[in-house]
């Protein structure tokens, strides 16, 4: 009889995959290597890179599983070790972009456990949305580097501005995103999700 991995929890995938049951990886490959892949890819900007960050999480897992041992839900272990592993990345690679920074941050901070697609895209509708309420010249600057990926110095030379002036826009608008309500209760309502 052949079993159904696909209804089991992770807790139950994880034991098995301690005694390096095959397929116990394979359901948990299938559940997570999406919404991490994601999750990456947000704070990166680079889907070669986040394909890769998110594989090797992969390999090592199946490589460590028999000595691991998860004090958190399955979910929560895993969005964690890709926030570390773009961190580091972020480090080794010596990134100076500091807009970057910020946004693997925050992007770390609202979706610290999110593990369902839907959930990322209602955030990013909420956030779509705090942005177009933005002053003019904050949404401008924070399009400019957001959807367009231009450094702080080709967007103060494209808008005839300083580079403090970008850099001092792009902070109040991550903080103007931090500090609204409604974003702030939809990812409470994606953080008491991913426990049921």
Do not use: H, M, P
């Given at each position: 009889m052949m079993v159904a991995y696909n209804t089991f929890t992770d807790q139950e995938l994880f034991s098995l995959l301690k005694k390096a049951d095959q397929q116990a990886f394979n359901e948990i490959y299938d559940r997570y290597w999406t919404p991490l892949y994601l999750h990456a890819n947000r704070m990166l900007r680079d889907e070669d890179a986040a394909q890769d960050l998110v594989q090797d999480l992969f390999?090592?897992?199946?490589?460590?599983?028999?000595?691991?041992?998860?004090?958190?839900?399955?979910?929560?272990?895993?969005?964690?070790?890709?926030?570390?592993?773009?961190?580091?990345?972020?480090?080794?690679?010596?990134?100076?972009?500091?807009y970057l920074i910020e946004i693997a941050a925050f992007a770390d901070e609202m979706i610290d456990v999110a593990d369902e697609h839907i959930h990322l895209k209602e955030l990013a509708a909420i956030i779509e949305r705090e942005i177009d309420f933005m002053p003019h010249k904050m949404k401008e600057v924070f399009n400019l580097s957001r959807k367009a990926h231009l450094s702080h110095k080709e967007i103060a030379e494209k808008l005839g501005i300083s580079e403090h002036t970008v850099s001092t826009q792009i902070q109040r608008a991550l903080l103007r995103l931090r500090k609204n309500k409604e974003l702030q209760y939809a990812v409470s309502v994606i953080i008491l999700n991913c426990f049921h």
């Open positions: 390999i090592w897992l199946f490589e460590k599983s028999e000595d691991l041992d998860i004090n958190t839900s399955l979910s929560g272990f895993l969005y964690t070790a890709v926030r570390n592993r773009v961190f580091n990345a972020i480090k080794r690679n010596k990134l100076k972009d500091n």
